[in-house]
């Protein structure tokens, strides 16, 4: 599982994670709960798809603007 704590642009985070469709890694939205949202990945390196998430983020044209923290880990 991946957490994704922002307080903004959480729509486009979601559209963006989900709409990812390169390599091996693909993300699933779960929920959220206030500034906290949660994605599955069907990557087993959990560190490497919270990376590949931070990348995608960070690349986005609002990405450089935002401060945004990811966890990995969990119960699912």
Known sequence: MIIINSA???SEII???TS???GDTRFTFGDRAGMRLRFTTNQPDE???GQTARELIKA???GKTIYFTITTGGPA
């Open 20 to 22: 990812y469709d390169q």
């Open 15 to 17: 559209d963006l994670l």
């Open 8 to 10: 903004q642009k959480q």
């Open 60 to 62: 986005a044209p609002w």
């Open 47 to 49: 560190h490497a798809a």
